[in-house]
């Protein structure tokens, strides 16, 4: 299988004139990036490493960094590439745990400074010999998982990618997530692989509805692929029934639920684009894919999550520890050509990599934590997640179902809902809202949409409803673990 090294140097012999990167308005070409790569190699290989090396990339999205990660790619050197968002003590956990003995910048930028509280403790690995990228987990439950990704399963990811969604020379592909996501294993290294064009998205104005749509119409964009934020970021700018981005012909949403208002006026402002529900992680990379239509065909919640990707395998497993055969409900498992196989910290494996639960096969499996329902067409629709499973007055609540009834509301852009301590109940239910703009929710409006839709115990016994995003974890998602303390004291805003 040709590798993603094979493939970026062919774009760069081929086509060294042709556009590789946007950013600000400016275009660095395959030529001018193999040579900011080629210097970000020299630099690296003058640093006296030892062969095989591992090091740590600390980068804030540019053309810069994207040629420093290039840069790891053709000394052949194994890299971590976490969040910059993250704290100094994690930044320097993460770092000591996959064994990083320097750590690197895009020239000019400062260098990392190791916390000397932080645990420096390196990982009980798992093996990393065919491993380049190594990218960590949101940190939702504490410190960011390390996830190694073999070299052979993004080779495989980015044969699939370009041909389902058309990625080749001449398409202009639009990078919003961070550098650090996922995501961007499409969006720039599965591009520049291929090569198309990446508009990058500057993070300082990943919010800012008016810059993004600028970007999609000034470059002509044709492929978007973005958390449902995004979407909902042009929304509150655009007119969908006088805006119309035709230039785009593929609209792939991923990440996290989007909301119905959302997801119905995509249509309208996608005129002639198809679009996808991707269902993925960062442990797997993705596993299923849902095709909505094209054009202007009305979309209709609720979304399913697809069908699995050529060559992913999956099994529901019931609550009773059977692998579901039919319709029904129970815990996703998922085993893919792209996964990993484990995280860099053995220790850290428990419950998650793990054999067929039936011992059924040899595969390698991931338990996903996510709650699906299976239908008698073969439709899987995502309810909840495992671990978002509390009680609430004795009364079982699934609380990422509580944040979809939530997002159903017209003037909700995003939600989080947790259970925090109460010295009555043993656990009552809190919800932050983002509403729409110029939006007169209240709690009263928002908790009579809620008795409509929910019991009594699952309504939230406080609602805060605030005008600005809520704050996300290092991948771009809603941080419910900053509502874990007074929401008050964690949310922006006025609250209702």
């Known amino acids: 299988m040709t590798t993603f090294k094979e493939r970026f140097l062919s774009q760069v012999s081929r086509r060294p004139g042709a556009p590789a990167l946007v950013w600000h308005g400016e275009v660095t070409t395959y030529g001018d990036l193999y040579e900011l790569a080629d210097k970000a190699r020299a630099r690296l290989e003058w640093s006296n490493l030892e062969p095989g090396e591992p090091i740590g990339l600390l980068v804030k999205k540019s053309p810069q960094a994207v040629a420093l990660v290039l840069g790891a790619i053709l000394s052949g050197r194994r890299f971590l590439l976490p969040s910059p968002a993250l704290a100094n003590s994690a930044l320097t956990s993460l770092f000591a745990q996959a064994g990083c003995q320097a750590v690197f910048a895009p020239e000019g930028e400062p260098e990392f400074s190791p916390d000397p509280e932080a645990d420096t403790t390196a990982a009980e690995a798992t093996d990393v010999h065919d491993v380049q990228f190594m990218l960590t987990t949101s940190g939702s439950t504490g410190l960011p998982k390390i996830v190694p990704l073999p070299r052979q399963g993004i080779d495989r990811f980015i044969e699939w990618a370009g041909a389902e969604f058309d990625i080749r020379p001449g398409r202009t592909v639009l990078n919003y997530a961070p550098l650090n996501f996922d995501l961007c294993l499409l969006d720039i290294w599965t591009t520049l692989a291929l090569g198309g064009q990446v508009v990058l998205v500057d993070p300082d104005y990943a919010a800012n509805g008016r810059h993004l749509l600028d970007m999609l119409v000034r470059h002509e964009v044709n492929i978007i692929q973005a958390v449902p934020m995004f979407f909902g970021l042009l929304l509150d700018i655009v007119q969908p029934a006088v805006d119309r981005l035709e230039s785009v012909d593929r609209v792939m949403f991923t990440g996290d639920a989007i909301p119905d208002r959302t997801l119905a006026e995509l249509p309208r402002l996608f005129p002639k684009a198809s679009l996808h529900n991707i269902y993925g992680c960062t442990e797997t990379n993705d596993s299923f894919i849902h095709h909505l239509g094209n054009g202007d065909t009305a979309v209709r919640p609720p979304v399913s999550i697809g069908k699995p990707l050529p060559g992913v395998h999956t099994l529901i497993l019931t609550g009773e520890g059977t692998v579901l055969d039919g319709p029904g409900t ?167």
Request: charged letters at 25%; hydrophobic letters at 40%; aromatic letters at 6%.
């Open 330 to 496: 129970g815990e996703l498992y998922v085993s893919t050509p792209f996964q990993a196989a484990g995280y860099l910290d053995r220790t850290r494996h428990t419950d998650k990599f793990v054999p067929h639960p039936a011992a059924a096969d040899d595969r390698p499996w991931f338990r996903s934590g996510d709650l699906v329902r299976r239908e008698e067409d073969g439709r899987v629709f995502l309810i909840g997640r495992s671990d978002f499973q509390v009680k609430v007055r004795g009364v079982a609540i699934n609380t990422a179902e509580v944040e979809h009834v939530l997002l159903e509301h017209p003037a909700v852009l995003e939600a989080a809902v947790v259970a925090v301590p109460d010295p009555i109940a043993g656990r009552r239910l809190v919800c932050a809202v983002h509403r729409a703009a110029d939006s007169k929710l209240n709690s009263l409006t928002l908790r009579q949409h809620c008795a409509r839709r929910l019991p009594q115990a699952a309504i939230p016994s406080a609602m805060h409803i605030v005008d600005e995003p809520l704050p996300k974890t290092s991948t771009g998602k809603v941080d419910r673990n900053a509502f874990a303390k007074p929401v008050e004291k964690t949310s922006k805003g006025r609250t209702s």
